[in-house]
C-alpha cells in the first residue's frame, strides 16, 4: 500500500513568519519519508486543492526549503476565500475530498487564522462522515494574536516587534521637530476586534511621559471629547502627542471610525482611512500640524526585522502538526503553552478544534489602563518576552535574500475542473 501523501496550504493574510511554518512542515514531514509520502502544498491556499492546483515540494531542494525560514509572505500563495458550512456549501468540501482521494492524500495541514481553523474542522468531519481517512491539522498564525488556547499565535510577535520599534522611531522623530512642526503623529495599525497590535506600540515606552502618549483600542468605546482633552493634555505637558489606534477602533454602538460600508471575502467589514480621519479631527477641534502613517502591509511583511522567538514558535507549530497527524491526532491545534515563572518559557500544547473555530481572544480588561488609553505592567509582563531576539536574513549587495520556489505543480488527475 503506497504511503500517505500530505496536503499544506496557507490562509488568510500572510506574515512574516507563515514560511516558518511551512518550512517546519515541509522538513518534518521528509524526515519521515517511511510514514508520509510527498508534500503538496496549494496554489493560492485552498483554492489550489478546489481546483487541484497542488504544488509538489519534493522539487524543492533542501536548501530552498530551508530558506523558507528566512522568507516573508506566503511562498505558495494564499487566499481569502471563506467556505461555507458543509449544509450551505457541500459541493466544495466533496470536491477537497476528491482531489485529496487522487492524489492519495492522507493529511491535511491548513495554516491560518479563526475561518480556517473552521474549514480544517469541517473538512475533519467531512472526511469522516464520507468515510476517507485524513488527518487534519491546523497551523496557527495570524498577525492579530486572537486565537484563543493559544498562549501567543505565530505572526504576531514580529508585527509586535516592528510595531514597538516604529512607534519609537517616529516618537523622536516627531519629538526633535514638535518645537515649530508636527505636535500631532498618528500610527494606524491592524486589528479588527482585538487590540493586541496597538498594544505592542505600547512596548516603545521606557519611562514616564515617552510615547505612544495615546493608543486606540477595539476593546475600548471611542470617545471623541475624552480623545480630544487627552490629546490636548499632551501636548500642553510634552509639546507632542503620539497615537497608535487600531484600525478596529468603534464607538459605542460598535460603528468602526473607519468603516467603508464595504464587505471582504470573508464577509468581515472593509476598514480603512482611520488615521486620516483622526489626523482631522485634531486639526478641526484643536489646530494642530500632523502628520499619519498606516503601517498596513509593511507590518506584516517585514521580516528584515522579525523576532527570534516568533520564527522559533511558527517553526515549532508546523513541525508539531506533523508529529500530531503520524500520531493519529485529528481535528487539533498545536498551541504554544507559556511556562510558569519569572523567566519565559515555552513549549507546544494541544488544543482541540472545536474549541478554536471563530472563537475570537480579546485583550484582557487589565491589559489596559484604566482611562483605556495605554497598556499596564500586566500587558508589557506579557508582551515583552514575544519580540525578543533578532533573526536576521542574510544580505547580499545590501539586501536581504529571500527564497523563491520552482512551486512545480503536479499533473492533474481529475477531468473536471471547479469553478469558485
Known amino acids: 500500500m503506497p504511503k500517505k501523501n500530505a496536503f499544506y496550504a496557507q490562509s488568510g493574510g500572510v506574515t512574516a513568519v507563515i514560511n516558518a511554518s511551512a518550512c ?27 481546483r487541484e492546483e497542488l504544488i509538489d515540494t519534493s522539487k524543492e531542494s533542501r536548501a530552498a526549503i530551508h530558506g523558507l525560514l528566512t522568507t516573508p509572505s506566503g511562498a505558495f500563495g494564499s487566499c ?47 472526511s469522516e462522515a464520507m468515510g476517507y481517512p485524513l488527518q487534519a491539522i491546523h497551523i496557527p498564525k495570524t498577525i492579530d494574536n486572537d486565537l484563543p488556547l493559544t498562549d501567543n499565535c505565530p505572526g504576531f510577535g514580529s508585527v509586535a516587534k516592528y ?20 505636535k500631532v503623529f498618528i500610527l494606524e495599525v491592524m486589528g479588527r476586534h482585538a487590540g493586541w497590535i496597538a498594544a505592542a506600540g505600547g512596548l516603545a515606552a521606557e519611562q514616564e511621559g515617552d510615547a505612544p502618549h495615546i493608543i486606540l483600542f477595539p476593546e475600548i468605546a471611542f470617545n471623541r471629547e475624552k480623545f480630544l482633552a487627552k490629546v490636548k493634555r499632551t501636548v500642553k505637558k510634552h509639546g507632542f502627542c503620539v497615537i497608535v489606534a487600531s484600525e478596529g477602533a468603534q464607538y459605542k454602538d460598535g460603528t468602526f471610525l473607519a468603516e467603508s ?64 497527524a503520524l500520531a493519529g491526532k485529528n481535528a487539533v491545534m498545536p498551541a504554544i503553552v507559556r511556562g510558569k515563572g519569572k523567566r519565559y518559557r515555552w513549549s507546544i500544547g494541544e488544543v482541540p478544534l ?67
Open 80 to 126: 481569502r476565500h471563506k467556505m461555507k458550512s458543509i449544509e450551505e456549501n457541500r459541493a466544495e468540501y466533496e470536491r477537497l475530498i476528491e482531489v485529496f482521494k487522487a492524489h492519495n492524500i492522507g493529511y491535511f495541514f491548513y495554516n491560518g487564522g479563526g475561518d480556517s481553523a473552521d474549514t480544517c474542522l469541517k473538512v475533519s468531519q467531512l
Open 24 to 50: 517546519g512542515t515541509i522538513e518534518t514531514a521528509r524526515k519521515h519519508k517511511d510514514k508520509i509520502g510527498k508534500v503538496y502544498a496549494g496554489r493560492n491556499g485552498i483554492i489550489g486543492a478546489l
Open 354 to 420: 472545536a474549541d478554536v473555530a471563530n472563537v475570537e481572544k480579546m485583550m484582557p480588561r487589565n491589559f489596559i489602563t484604566r482611562d483605556g488609553f495605554n497598556i499596564t505592567d500586566a500587558a508589557r509582563d506579557y508582551l515583552e518576552p514575544l519580540i525578543q531576539g533578532e533573526a536576521y536574513p542574510d544580505y547580499k549587495r545590501g539586501m536581504p535574500k529571500y527564497v523563491r520556489l520552482k512551486n512545480e505543480m503536479v499533473p492533474k488527475k481529475l477531468k473536471k475542473s471547479f469553478k469558485i
Open 163 to 182: 510595531i514597538a520599534i516604529s512607534t519609537r522611531e517616529a516618537a523622536l522623530d516627531v519629538a526633535s521637530m514638535c518645537e515649530s512642526s508636527t
Open 261 to 324: 460600508g464595504l464587505k471582504d471575502a470573508f464577509g468581515h467589514s472593509q476598514l480603512g482611512g482611520l488615521a486620516p480621519n483622526l489626523a482631522q479631527m485634531v486639526k478641526d477641534e484643536l489646530g494642530y500640524k500632523y502628520h499619519w502613517a498606516v503601517a498596513d502591509y509593511l507590518q506584516r511583511s517585514a521580516r528584515h526585522i522579525a523576532s527570534q522567538t516568533d520564527v522559533d514558535q511558527a517553526y515549532a507549530v508546523g513541525e508539531a502538526a506533523v508529529e500530531m
